[in-house]
Nanobody, 128 residues
Framework: QAQVAELGGGSVQPGGSLTLSCVTSGFRLDHYLMTWFRQVPGKEREAVSGLSAGLGITRYADSVKGRFTISRDNAKNTVYLQMSSLESEDTGVYYC?????????????????????WGQGTQVTVSS
């Protein structure tokens, strides 16, 4: 059975760093587009960063470009999200999700309806 599970959330001060892990099982990680989403209360879940199948094309929301890095370790079946220069606006529950396919279109990668496998989420709090 395919599963994904997020690890690594926590509390950090503004300007700090944190790395999230998405541990996967039951499917071939490099065959799917994998994306990190985040959600805050009262707002829609938004795509933060995606990593395509195969060559691993990366996508980032404008708000995190230059600060977040997504990567994949196929041997460990894990996707990472390295977050630096964190801001209070980065606070939220972070979810790892698997898309129904491998490509990461410039627009389509962030379409939440294209994802069919989700983790339970991990809380990230950025506060002084």
């Amino acid at each position: 059975q395919a599963q994904v599970a997020e690890l690594g959330g926590g509390s950090v001060q503004p300007g700090g760093s944190l790395t999230l892990s998405c541990v996967t099982s039951g499917f071939r990680l490099d065959h799917y587009l994998m994306t990190w989403f985040r959600q805050v209360p009262g707002k829609e879940r938004e795509a933060v960063s995606g990593l395509s199948a195969g060559l691993g094309i990366t996508r980032y929301a404008d708000s995190v470009k230059g600060r977040f890095t997504i990567s994949r370790d196929n041997a460990k079946n894990t996707v990472y999200l390295q977050m630096s220069s964190l801001e209070s606006e980065d606070t939220g529950v972070y979810y790892c999700a698997r898309a129904r396919w491998g490509r990461a279109g410039a627009i389509s990668w962030s379409n939440i309806n294209d994802y069919d496998l989700w983790g339970q989420g991990t809380q990230v709090t950025v506060s002084s």
